[in-house]
C-alpha cells in the first residue's frame, strides 16, 4: 500500500509534463537543456516528460532553423500544422466560428448572423466542426464556446442571456462533445477575453488586472493571481446589468430591467442612441464632430467604471471597444469623468488602458488552457494558482 502523503510516480509524471507545455506556451521553443533549466526539473525528467507530450502531439522536435554553424540544435515548441483546436463565439447580431493550431495562432474565421433559434445555431456549428475535423491529416484536440450571459460552470448550461436568447437554458458545449467526440468547453465571453489578452494582447506577464467589455453588451471580470474571479457557480461580473439610468427615457434591457449600464455604454447601444445604420457608420460621424449623444452617455461609463475600480482595486483595467478604439478623443473625456466619480487614490492606483486582445482570440485561449489544465488530475488543476510565473 503505497504511504500517506507521497507524491506517486505517474502523478508527478502528469505534473511535470504540465510545467514542460506551460513553459513552452509561455517561452516559445527552447532545446531541452533550455527547458531543464527554464523548469528546474533535471534533464532526464524534462526529458521523460517531454517524451510524453511528443507522443500525444502536444509538441514537436525540430532542427533550430536560425542555427548558422555545426551541428543543428533541436528545439521544441507546440505544433502549428497537422494540429487544431477550435472556437465557436455566440454573439448579436453574428457568431464566429474560428480555427487555430496549438500554438493558438488563427487559421481562419467564418461569421454568420446569429440564428433565430438554438437549434440552427447548434446545426450550424456542428457542420463546420464536422467538416474541419474530416481534413485529411489533421487531429482535433477540442473545440471552446464562448458566450455572454449567465453561465453555471458546475453545470456548463447557459442560464440567462439578455442578448441572445435562444442560448438560455442550454449546453452548447456539451452537446457539441457529444456529437463530435472530442473534448468540448463553454466559457463565458468576458474571461476568454481574459484569457486573450494575457495571451496576446496588453496583459501578457501580468497576473492581477480587470476587463472591461463594451462591445455588444457590457461584461466585467477581475483576474486575480492568474485566475478571472467567476464567483460561486461562474455568475459574477455582470455589471453591466447594474441600473444607471431610471428616468422615464431609459431603454429597456434584453434581462427585462430599465437603465441597466449595458443599455446606455455598450458599442451596441451607442449606435443605437445616434440612429445609426451601423457600428461603422456611429464611429465616423462621432469623429466627424457628432459627439453630443456620446458624451451625454460617458458619465454612466464613468459610473460603472468606478464601481469595479472601488470594488477590485484592479493595477491594471482594459477597455474593449471600438468606439474608444477607433475615436481618440473619447478616452480623455472618459477619464475626466473618471477624476469626478472616483475616489483618486482608487484612480491613481489603476492604469486604463485600451484591450488588444478580441473574442476569436479568446475562445481559442479558451480551449487551450482548458486542453492543458486537463494534463491535470482534477483535484491540481488549479496548481499554477500556487506558481502565477507558470502561466502562459
Given amino acids: 500500500?503505497?504511504?500517506?502523503?507521497?507524491?506517486?510516480?505517474?502523478?508527478?509524471?502528469?505534473?511535470?509534463?504540465?510545467?514542460?507545455?506551460?513553459?513552452?506556451?509561455?517561452?516559445?521553443?527552447?532545446?531541452?537543456?533550455?527547458?531543464?533549466?527554464?523548469?528546474?526539473?533535471?534533464?532526464?525528467?524534462?526529458?521523460?516528460?517531454?517524451?510524453?507530450?511528443?507522443?500525444?502531439?502536444?509538441?514537436?522536435?525540430e532542427d533550430d532553423a536560425d542555427v548558422r554553424r555545426g551541428r543543428p540544435a533541436k528545439k521544441l515548441r507546440v505544433p502549428s500544422k497537422g494540429a487544431q483546436v477550435l472556437g465557436v463565439v455566440i454573439d448579436q447580431p453574428q457568431c464566429r466560428l474560428v480555427t487555430a493550431g496549438l500554438d493558438g495562432v488563427?487559421?481562419?474565421?467564418?461569421?454568420?448572423?446569429?440564428?433565430?433559434?438554438?437549434e440552427a445555431l447548434l446545426h450550424t456549428a456542428l457542420t463546420w466542426a464536422q467538416e474541419r475535423r474530416a481534413q485529411p491529416k489533421m487531429r482535433t484536440y477540442g473545440l471552446c464556446v464562448a458566450m455572454p450571459g449567465l453561465i453555471d460552470y458546475t453545470e456548463q448550461r447557459g442560464l440567462l442571456s439578455p442578448n441572445v436568447h435562444i442560448t438560455d437554458g442550454h449546453t452548447p458545449a456539451l452537446d457539441l462533445q457529444k456529437a463530435l467526440g472530442v473534448p468540448c468547453v463553454l466559457i463565458h465571453e468576458i474571461h476568454s477575453l481574459s484569457?486573450?489578452?494575457?495571451?496576446?494582447?496588453?496583459?501578457?506577464?501580468?497576473?492581477?488586472?480587470?476587463?472591461?467589455?463594451?462591445?455588444t453588451g457590457v461584461g466585467f471580470t477581475a483576474v486575480l493571481r492568474g485566475q478571472p474571479f467567476t464567483g460561486h457557480r461562474g455568475l459574477a461580473g455582470e455589471l453591466g446589468h447594474i441600473t444607471v439610468n431610471s428616468g422615464p427615457e431609459a431603454r429597456l434591457c434584453g434581462c427585462g430591467n430599465r437603465g441597466c449600464l449595458e443599455t446606455e455604454v455598450s458599442d451596441l447601444s451607442l449606435q443605437t442612441a445616434m440612429g445609426a445604420a451601423s457600428l461603422d457608420e456611429a464611429i465616423a460621424r462621432y469623429n466627424a464632430g457628432e459627439t453630443e449623444v456620446i458624451q451625454a452617455h460617458l458619465d454612466y461609463l464613468a459610473i460603472g467604471i468606478a464601481a469595479a475600480i472601488h470594488v477590485f482595486n484592479p493595477p491594471h483595467l482594459?477597455?474593449?471597444?471600438?468606439?474608444?478604439?477607433?475615436?481618440?478623443?473619447l478616452l480623455p473625456a472618459l477619464q475626466s469623468q473618471l477624476a469626478i466619480r472616483t475616489l483618486k487614490p482608487a484612480l491613481d492606483d489603476c492604469?486604463?488602458?485600451?484591450?488588444?486582445?478580441?473574442?476569436?482570440?479568446?475562445?481559442?485561449?479558451?480551449i487551450i488552457e482548458h486542453l492543458t489544465n486537463a494534463l491535470l488530475p482534477t483535484s491540481l488543476q488549479e496548481l499554477h494558482l500556487l506558481d502565477p510565473a507558470l502561466a502562459p
Fill in 1 to 61: 500500500m503505497p504511504s500517506k502523503g507521497k507524491i506517486q510516480p505517474g502523478l508527478l509524471g502528469r505534473i511535470n509534463e504540465w510545467r514542460v507545455l506551460r513553459t513552452i506556451q509561455r517561452n516559445g521553443s527552447l532545446s531541452r537543456a533550455e527547458l531543464a533549466r527554464a523548469t528546474s526539473i533535471t534533464a532526464p525528467t524534462a526529458s521523460k516528460a517531454v517524451e510524453a507530450l511528443l507522443r500525444d502531439g502536444w509538441l514537436i522536435e
Fill in 106 to 118: 488563427l487559421r481562419d474565421e467564418t461569421r454568420f448572423t446569429t440564428p433565430e433559434s438554438y
Fill in 195 to 215: 484569457l486573450a489578452e494575457r495571451h496576446r494582447g496588453s496583459a501578457q506577464g501580468l497576473d492581477d488586472f480587470a476587463l472591461m467589455d463594451l462591445s
Fill in 318 to 329: 482594459f477597455l474593449n471597444s471600438r468606439f474608444l478604439q477607433e475615436c481618440p478623443a
Fill in 351 to 366: 492604469t486604463i488602458r485600451l484591450a488588444q486582445g478580441n473574442k476569436s482570440e479568446g475562445v481559442i485561449a479558451g
